[in-house]
């Protein structure tokens, strides 16, 4: 069963915009996780945030936590056409199960 | 060079014919884990494994068996194929189940 949910499913931008996707879940988490995706390649770790932390960078990515909405938001900063990808996030229930959401994919034009 | 290797990458094959997809990871993770990605549905968790000769079933285990006999590799069975079971499939390890997830490249299994 899938805990996190991406908005918007797609988006696109141009190059040099920066790009917002979120993740909302539905029952309370150890952590989250945001992963990238290339096409029909395998996942690519990003980011984990704890679920005692608000907000986290990595690069040009930052990653904020809202466990009062259950809520995760994933900003892209000056985003480059590399940054085309399919981005997901995972959570971590008391269970220590991981889950996926659907995900969000971004196109970034130049 | 720390990678979670699959083979094959690409598979077609018939329904019924049993098959096998490897798993290797080199960095000593405990934690193994399969799934299959189809569209609309995201990732969802086939099988996973704790540790060496300890397996469980994830959330769409029907058709498909696993076994971890050795720590580094965790390969995916399909007794008998079906249509159903046409998927883009990954295997992923990490130290343990809540922690970075680890992937590999990916096969791409087509049953006719």
């Known amino acids: 069963s899938q805990q996190g949910e991406e908005d918007p499913q797609a988006l696109s931008i141009q190059e040099g915009e920066n790009a917002t996707m979120n993740c909302s879940y539905k029952t309370s988490i150890n952590n989250l996780q945001w992963y990238r995706q290339n096409s029909g390649r395998g996942l690519v770790h990003l980011i984990l945030?704890?679920?005692?932390?608000r907000e986290k960078h990595s690069g040009r990515l930052r990653v904020t936590l809202d466990t009062s909405k259950k809520s995760s938001s994933l900003l892209i900063t000056a985003s480059r056409a590399a940054d085309t990808a399919s981005y997901f996030c995972?959570?971590?229930?008391?269970?220590?199960?991981?889950?996926f959401g659907t995900g969000t994919r971004l196109q970034v034009t130049l | 060079e720390a990678q979670v290797t699959q083979n094959p990458r690409y598979l077609i094959t018939v329904t019924g014919k049993k098959l096998t997809v490897t798993c290797s990871q080199n960095m000593n993770h405990e934690y193994m884990s399969w799934y299959r990605q189809d569209p609309g549905l995201g990732l969802r968790q086939i099988y996973y494994?704790?540790?060496?000769?300890?397996?469980d079933k994830g959330d769409v285990p029907e058709g498909y068996k696993v076994s971890r006999k050795e720590k580094r590799n965790f390969p995916l069975i399909l007794e008998s194929p079906s249509p159903n079971q046409t998927s883009l499939y990954f295997c992923a390890s990490s130290l343990n189940r809540a922690d970075t997830q680890y992937f590999g490249p990916g096969t791409r299994l087509t049953v006719l």
């Open positions: 945030i704890r679920s005692n932390e």
């Open positions: 494994s704790m540790n060496v000769e300890v397996t």
């Open positions: 995972a959570t971590t229930g008391t269970a220590s199960k991981l889950t």
